[in-house]
């Protein structure tokens, strides 16, 4: 490499390095996902927080499944979301993340209001509880890498974290949301259908808003050149 084009890539190295920040998520190219990647975390969160953290209440609830029932469906259906995890980061390899995120989420939200709907049955309530989870959660092992890659490498720390931060906001919304409505006189069964199902199905269809990145191509942008020890140093380079 000629000392010509190795300084030329470190200038621009350092000028997108140094154009980042947090306003940079908000501006260009990174406005649009930072919306709608945000808001996407935003939903699912809510649903995290009905049937993640809640779920045993809803399915008691709900269900008039015993205590000692809904801890068993609870342990069942979170190894059957471990599993989803592994399943998730496979299938984004093959048919793209964001595709990934968006229908797992959306089924997840068929799933849960399966299960709110459905007849008062054990192995009903087990299977479609366990297949919410599975994609409710499973999708998470796709979006790790999909939200970096939606930014250029100058703000990706920056931007994942600014989407990531959303989740927490939306788990503070669900548990407002659902106390003003139990308090208002509505039962578990239309909460959790309010701020649990419907906001998973709206999670995933709102990531179709985002760019799709082909599996089998590269990132959109490239990583910023690190010369290796076999490469000549440009001032050795000029003396040969």
């Known amino acids: 490499m000629s000392m010509a084009g190795y300084d030329g890539r470190r200038l621009g190295n350092e000028r997108e390095h140094g154009s980042g920040g947090i306003w940079a998520a908000f501006r260009g190219e990174s406005l649009r996902p930072t919306l709608v990647l945000g808001g996407g975390l935003l939903l699912n969160w809510v649903a995290i927080q009905v049937f993640g953290v ?49 229908l797992g989420w959306m089924c997840g939200g068929f799933a849960f209001a399966g299960m709110l709907y459905g007849p008062h049955d054990f192995p009903v309530v087990v299977g479609l509880y366990s297949l919410g989870l599975f994609f409710l959660n499973g999708p998470y092992a796709a979006a790790l890498f999909f939200i970096g890659e939606s930014y250029p490498t100058a703000i990706r720390g920056t931007g994942s974290a600014i989407v990531h931060a959303m989740g927490p906001i939306g788990a503070i919304l669900a548990g407002i949301g659902i106390t003003a409505a139990l308090n208002s006189g509505s039962d578990w ?12 199905f709206l999670s995933g269809l709102l990531i179709f808003a985002t760019r799709h990145v082909d599996p089998a191509e590269d990132t959109w942008t490239h990583p910023a050149h690190e010369p290796s020890l076999a490469e000549p140093r440009p001032a050795l380079a000029r003396a040969n």
């Not at 809904?70 to 993340?97: A, C, E, P, Q, T």
């Not at 069964?189 to 998973?200: D, K």
């Open 54 to 102: 809640l779920g045993t209440t809803v399915i008691t609830q709900v269900h008039h499944v015993s205590f000692e029932n809904s801890l068993l469906i609870l342990i069942l259906s979170n190894v059957v979301g471990y599993i989803g995890y592994l399943s998730h980061g496979f299938i984004g390899d093959k048919i793209g993340r964001r595709n990934t995120l968006a």
């Open 189 to 200: 069964l239309h909460g959790a259908l309010l701020f649990g199902a419907v906001p998973c």
